[in-house]
Protein backbone atom coordinates (compact mmCIF):
# COMPACT_ATOMS: atom_id res chain seq x y z
CA UNK A 1 0.00 0.00 0.00
CA UNK A 2 1.04 3.59 -0.73
CA UNK A 3 0.18 6.87 0.83
CA UNK A 4 -0.58 10.19 -1.71
CA UNK A 5 0.03 13.46 -1.57
CA UNK A 6 -0.95 16.20 -3.74
CA UNK A 7 0.58 19.58 -3.57
CA UNK A 8 0.81 22.35 -6.10
CA UNK A 9 -2.54 23.43 -6.78
CA UNK A 10 -3.77 27.14 -6.11
CA UNK A 11 -5.43 30.37 -8.02
CA UNK A 12 -4.14 31.42 -11.34
CA UNK A 13 -5.37 33.55 -14.28
CA UNK A 14 -6.67 32.17 -17.21
CA UNK A 15 -3.44 31.19 -19.82
CA UNK A 16 -1.51 30.59 -16.52
CA UNK A 17 0.25 27.97 -15.22
CA UNK A 18 0.93 25.69 -12.63
CA UNK A 19 2.57 22.45 -11.65
CA UNK A 20 0.44 19.45 -9.58
CA UNK A 21 3.23 17.25 -7.40
CA UNK A 22 1.66 13.48 -5.84
CA UNK A 23 4.19 12.28 -3.49
CA UNK A 24 3.97 8.50 -2.95
CA UNK A 25 5.08 6.90 0.29
CA UNK A 26 5.13 3.35 1.31
CA UNK A 27 5.16 0.41 -1.33
CA UNK A 28 6.50 2.60 -4.12
CA UNK A 29 7.94 -0.56 -6.08
CA UNK A 30 4.30 -2.16 -6.48
CA UNK A 31 2.95 0.75 -8.30
CA UNK A 32 2.05 0.04 -12.13
CA UNK A 33 0.28 3.11 -13.52
CA UNK A 34 -0.06 6.57 -11.91
CA UNK A 35 -2.89 9.25 -13.10
CA UNK A 36 -4.22 12.54 -12.76
CA UNK A 37 -8.10 12.88 -12.29
CA UNK A 38 -10.34 15.89 -11.54
CA UNK A 39 -13.57 16.27 -10.17
CA UNK A 40 -15.83 19.53 -10.09
CA UNK A 41 -18.83 19.51 -7.99
CA UNK A 42 -21.97 17.79 -9.16
CA UNK A 43 -19.78 16.06 -11.56
CA UNK A 44 -18.26 12.49 -11.87
CA UNK A 45 -14.69 12.46 -11.69
CA UNK A 46 -13.23 12.38 -14.97
CA UNK A 47 -9.86 11.33 -16.29
CA UNK A 48 -7.16 14.15 -17.35
CA UNK A 49 -3.66 12.04 -17.99
CA UNK A 50 -2.19 8.77 -17.22
CA UNK A 51 1.38 7.32 -17.30
CA UNK A 52 2.18 3.83 -17.34
CA UNK A 53 5.46 2.83 -15.33
CA UNK A 54 7.80 2.68 -18.93
CA UNK A 55 6.40 6.06 -19.24
CA UNK A 56 3.72 5.16 -22.20
CA UNK A 57 1.00 8.70 -21.53
CA UNK A 58 -2.69 8.90 -22.13
CA UNK A 59 -4.59 12.52 -22.14
CA UNK A 60 -8.50 13.59 -22.29
CA UNK A 61 -8.84 15.14 -25.40
CA UNK A 62 -9.45 18.19 -24.06
CA UNK A 63 -5.95 18.72 -22.16
CA UNK A 64 -3.77 17.27 -24.96
CA UNK A 65 -1.27 19.80 -25.87
CA UNK A 66 -1.78 22.12 -22.85
CA UNK A 67 -1.15 19.14 -20.18
CA UNK A 68 2.22 17.29 -19.35
CA UNK A 69 2.02 14.16 -17.35
CA UNK A 70 5.43 12.35 -15.61
CA UNK A 71 6.73 10.71 -13.24
CA UNK A 72 10.06 10.01 -10.93
CA UNK A 73 9.62 5.63 -10.42
CA UNK A 74 12.74 6.11 -8.03
CA UNK A 75 11.22 8.72 -6.18
CA UNK A 76 7.77 7.43 -6.04
CA UNK A 77 6.71 11.34 -7.36
CA UNK A 78 4.08 12.04 -10.31
CA UNK A 79 3.93 15.45 -11.64
CA UNK A 80 1.34 17.27 -14.05
CA UNK A 81 2.67 20.92 -16.02
CA UNK A 82 0.00 22.02 -16.63
CA UNK A 83 0.05 25.41 -19.36
CA UNK A 84 -2.72 27.66 -21.16
CA UNK A 85 -4.97 26.80 -17.84
CA UNK A 86 -8.43 27.77 -18.72
CA UNK A 87 -11.72 28.39 -16.48
CA UNK A 88 -12.74 25.12 -17.36
CA UNK A 89 -9.95 23.05 -15.75
CA UNK A 90 -10.88 24.49 -12.37
CA UNK A 91 -11.28 21.76 -10.28
CA UNK A 92 -9.94 19.17 -7.61
CA UNK A 93 -6.97 17.46 -9.09
CA UNK A 94 -6.55 13.60 -7.83
CA UNK A 95 -3.77 11.81 -7.75
CA UNK A 96 -4.13 7.76 -8.44
CA UNK A 97 -1.83 4.89 -8.74
CA UNK A 98 -2.85 0.77 -9.85
CA UNK A 99 -1.28 -1.22 -8.08
CA UNK A 100 0.72 -4.28 -10.12
CA UNK A 101 -0.62 -6.83 -7.74
CA UNK A 102 -4.39 -5.25 -8.57
CA UNK A 103 -6.28 -2.21 -6.67
CA UNK A 104 -5.86 1.36 -6.94
CA UNK A 105 -5.42 4.39 -4.32
CA UNK A 106 -6.28 8.00 -4.23
CA UNK A 107 -4.90 11.38 -2.93
CA UNK A 108 -6.77 13.60 -0.95
CA UNK A 109 -6.75 15.81 -4.02
CA UNK A 110 -5.66 19.83 -4.54
CA UNK A 111 -7.97 22.74 -5.24
CA UNK A 112 -6.63 24.40 -8.83
CA UNK A 113 -9.17 27.37 -9.53
CA UNK A 114 -8.59 29.35 -13.14
CA UNK A 115 -9.90 32.62 -12.83
CA UNK A 116 -10.97 34.73 -16.04
Known amino acids: QVQLVESGGGLVQAGGSLRLSCAAS????????MGWYRQTPGKTRELVAT???????NYADSVKGRFTISRDNAKGTLYLQMNSLKPEDTAVYYC??????????WGQGTQVTVSS
Open 51 to 57: ITRRGST
Open 26 to 33: GSIFSIDS
Open 96 to 105: NVRYISGGAA
